[in-house]
Structure formats: C-alpha cells, structure tokens
C-alpha cells in the first residue's frame, strides 16, 4: 500500500511540474510580442458594430492599443494599461470592463527601438521617414509617439443605430477636430499589405492628450522632433465574433474606408 501511494505521490509531482514548465493559455496571453485582435478591420467596414469581447478580455492581451467600441460610439486608445473611450463629442473617458467592442487591436508595449525626427514633418513624412527607418515591411510595429505637436487634426464617430450602415457611410457624420502646440500620445501600429483586410494596411494611429481630456482617430499633423517608440511583433492573434451577423457578412476584399 505504501508503494502505491509513493507510486501516485510521484505521478502527481510529474503533472504539477510539467504544468510549471509548460504555462496555461492564460500565461501565454501575457506575451509581449504577440498583437491580439478581435474581428477584423473588413468587418467593421461591412457595418459589423457589435462583438463579444468585453474589455476585461481585451487587458488580458494587451496594455496599449486601439480601435472602437460596440455600436461604433467613438474611438478607443488604450494607453498604459487604461482604456479610453473618445466619444463624437470629443470627450474622453475609462472605458468599463464590461464594455464590448467589436474591433480592437492590442498588445504589450515593449519598445525595443528609440527614433528621433529633427525638425517640423507633416503626417505623411512621419510615415516616409518611419517606413525608411524600419529594417523590414513584412512584421507588424506597435508605435508611441510623444511629444509636443504643433498641430493635430484628429475625429470621432457618432454612435450607429440598427440597421446598421456601411462604415465608409457612418463616416459621413464624423466629428472633425484641431488642436495646436498639444501635448499628448500617438498609440498606433504598422501593419503589413499582407494583412490588409484584417487589419489596416499601413499606419493607423489614434491620439490621447496627456490630460487625458480628448483625442480620436488621426487624419492629419505637424510634429516637431518627434520621438518615436517602436515595438516589432512577431505573431498575431485573432477573435472572431461569434455572431449572425459576421456569420453571413460579405466581407468581400476588406478595404477599410478609413478606419
């Protein structure tokens, strides 16, 4: 009898071992080089508005990222391990736990590159400059950029209703806004062509002021000595909506009108 309870004794040590040695899923979500997406970019494009995962989900993956919110209502930064949600009317806010979204994008912000831009560049010489200084096209880059921007225009969108319109549509109704010589935080990713369709093919950045107070999706800028933050990503995640809507959308070639 001894014997056999030193023989399952041992049996156990073996299991508590391996599963030291070998993490659950929930450990492996703390990766710091995976970006984790729920649904796609195409889908959000098809009027796709309403997803299943909550942002206590979302924290899991991720500490910095963006996207929206259910029912399209404004646009999400997450910055630091907050979520803020960016509503037409400008106004920032933390964004609940139990708030769904049905686009983000996230990941654990661990820059491993440091830019500095000398001078005064608009919104699509960051890009040149960037895409001039990134050793490949072909990996995702998370992005931050902080600093003092001489000018940044920036918008929100307003809340849809069912039925649901196209997003090139929703777009219509944006709310458009400018700021000057505005402290504050770029949160955004470079994607592949590859992957255009599930994501935004190329830059896509959202902004945040440093208080906190406002911000939204980036249409255009002028940045002055910007120090730019990058971290390259090397796999990817993705959750889809378990919905009939997404069950019987027609997500053909996936061009993200914008978003």
Known sequence: ?????????????????????MPGKTQAHTSTNTLFQTSTISALAAGIYEGNTNFQQ???????????????DGEMIGLNGKFYQ????????????????????????????????EGQINYQQLQESLDQR??????????????????????????????YRLLVDALKGQSVFEL???NGTLVGFRTPKYMQGVNVSGYHFHFLTANRKTGGHILDGQF????????????VEMNLPKTAEFDQADLGDGRPNGK
């Open 86 to 117: 960016v509503k037409a009317d400008g106004i920032a806010s933390i964004i609940p736990d139990s708030t769904i979204s049905p686009f983000a994008t996230v990941t654990f912000f661990k820059p491993e590159k440091l830019i500095h831009l």
């Open 134 to 163: 990134l050793p490949t096209k072909n990996y995702p880059y998370a992005i931050r950029i902080q600093g003092n921007f001489p000018y940044l225009k920036f918008r929100s969108v307003p809340k849809q209703t069912p039925p």
């Open 180 to 182: 000057r010589n505005v």
């Open 1 to 21: 009898m001894k014997l056999k309870r030193y023989f399952w004794i041992a049996i156990l040590s073996i299991i508590a071992l391996i599963g030291v040695m």
């Open 224 to 235: 002055q000595n910007a120090k730019v933050e990058i971290d390259t990503i090397s796999n």
């Open 58 to 72: 979302l924290k899991k993956y991720g500490d910095f990222g963006l996207g929206t919110v259910n029912y399209l």
